[in-house]
């Protein structure tokens, strides 16, 4: 995959549109008001998007579904717990 750069109004879009979703947790979205610096705004979009994940590929283990046939194991952004 290619790289594309974005601009600072571009990412600051992103990193709000992930507490848009009526199911990201109400503590996630109070978190996101309460950043001030884009960069803690989106390292805290991913691990929701990550809580996300991993909620619905246990979801459908649950249903005995791989998550492989639904791209459940593409991790192209690996992000390590600590900045």
Do not use: P
Not at 4 to 29: G, Q, Y
Not at 41 to 63: D, G, P, Q
């Amino acid at each position: 995959t290619g790289t594309t750069e974005r601009s600072a109004k571009e990412l600051t879009a992103i990193s709000w549109a992930v507490f848009c979703a009526d199911d990201v947790k109400a503590s996630d979205k109070v978190q996101a008001l309460d950043c001030d610096k884009l960069f803690d705004r989106l390292k805290l979009a991913a691990h929701t998007l990550r809580e996300k994940k991993n909620m619905i590929n246990a979801k459908l283990a649950i249903a005995g579904l791989s998550s492989e046939v639904y791209g459940g194991d593409e991790d192209e952004y690996e992000e390590s717990e600590e900045a």
